[in-house]
T-cell receptor, first 116, second 117 residues
């Protein structure tokens, strides 16, 4: 079965540079989530999109922005990178079914970002 | 706010034995969902099993089962017949409904499981 695709898998950037992470959800999934997992930490919710519109925001820095395109892929844009942005960034996708129905988020393999 | 607690930072189990990973949660919602994910050292996050708050039966998926005790607010993962490939970090997570209509997952701090020969 098709899974969530993320690119690149690894990225090395210098401080103050920009980075763009891409996510291709599972076909027919309409919702995309972005999570950030710092070293030794649990994943933290950043932002989500439903049907190409921003749905909810979590602890996403103002330096970060994201969008979902007409083909449902999503991009996370990160500017003025800081050392603390070094983390594993996950994209997850799901099919929104309603509040009382099981909705499972399937995660991509993650993009490992290292800021030097 | 919802909270997930995993009190076992690390666990060891012998191959072919069963192991229980603990998870307790705190929420004021009547409808919620609980998930377990596995994260091997390679980093990917693999969905294992789901339990809905209204599900009357404990969830099972192959060698994984969830011991759901709603009154105690616990959702422990049981792995039967452990295999070397089960060595990984295991996260318990709760679905939280968001104002935008979607959900986010709130994770516990994880339990590192090591399966030994």
């Amino acid at each position: 079965a098709a899974g969530v695709i993320q690119s690149p898998r690894h990225l090395i950037k210098e401080k103050r540079e920009t980075a763009t992470l891409k996510c291709y959800p599972i076909p027919r999934h309409d919702t995309v989530y972005w999570y950030q997992q710092g070293p030794g930490q649990d994943p933290q919710f950043l932002i989500s999109f439903y049907e190409k519109m921003q749905s909810d925001k979590g602890s996403i820095p103002d330096r970060f922005s994201a969008q979902q395109f007409s083909d449902y892929h999503s991009e996370l844009n990160m500017s003025s990178l800081e050392l603390g942005d070094s983390a594993l960034y996950f994209c997850a996708s799901s099919k929104r079914l309603g509040p009382l129905v099981r909705e499972t988020q399937y995660f991509g393999p993650g993009t490992r970002l290292l800021v030097l | 706010a919802q909270k997930i607690t995993q009190t076992q930072p690390g666990m060891f189990v012998q191959e072919k034995e069963a192991v229980t990973l603990d998870c307790t949660y705190d929420t004021s919602d009547q409808s919620y969902g609980l998930f377990w994910y596995k994260q091997p050292s390679s980093g990917e996050m693999i969905f294992l099993i789901y339990q809905g708050s209204y599900d009357e039966q404990n969830a099972t998926e192959g060698r994984y089962s969830l011991n759901f005790q709603k009154a105690r607010k616990s959702a422990n993962l049981v792995i039967s017949a452990s295999q070397l490939g089960d060595s990984a970090m295991y996260f318990c997570a709760m679905r939280e409904s968001l104002t935008g209509g979607g959900n986010k997952l709130t994770f516990g701090t994880g339990t590192q499981l090591k399966v030994e020969l």
